[in-house]
């Protein structure tokens, strides 16, 4: 018979600070999930004299928005927490608005892309401050990685955008 124990990590940080971050970091996970795939969804559905440039760009941030997933969730299990299970949890979670529609031109792509870095940017900044308060240097360190690679982003895109 299987027995059930609970997920348990040491840490040094207080219990509170492990509940708060973990939180903030699997709602941020959610929004990562949530812009890597609408990111995929425009890469798969791109169109247009600029496809080739575009249809890469959107890989390449793909990618790098795929890699993060890991790395939030792991944070959160070594800090002591608990993190996102399941599909339905994420679309709970997120922020960063999905878009179903048929067709987007490219420029409504690349624009929304823009907006949806600056906003996971922004999310990423209020998290970092809650590290700061709790003493968790080395999730605020990743945070501040994850900041620059999506100011990054969102540079592009807004370059794109005002070029094309």
């Not at 609408?38 to 575009?54: E, L």
Request: net charge negative.
């Amino acid at each position: 018979m299987l027995q059930k124990t609970p997920l348990t990590t040491p840490t040094t940080l207080s219990e509170n600070a492990v509940r708060d971050i973990s939180a903030e970091l699997t709602v941020l996970l959610s929004d990562v999930f949530a812009l890597y795939l609408k990111t995929k969804n425009f890469h798969w559905h791109m169109s247009g004299p600029h496809f080739r440039d575009y249809h890469l760009m959107l890989d390449d941030q793909g990618d790098q928005l795929f890699f993060m997933t890991d790395d939030i969730a792991e944070r959160v299990r070594k800090i002591g927490g608990t993190t996102v299970r399941s599909i339905g949890q994420i679309s709970r979670l997120q922020r960063i608005v999905d878009n179903d529609a048929e067709y987007v031109k490219p420029l409504g792509m690349i624009a929304e892309l823009c907006a949806d870095n600056a906003t996971l940017t922004r999310n990423m900044r209020e998290v970092h401050s809650l590290c700061d308060k709790a003493g968790d240097v080395a999730t605020a360190s990743l945070l501040e990685n994850w900041i620059d690679a999506t100011e990054k982003r969102t540079w592009f895109l807004f370059e794109c955008g005002q070029h094309a």
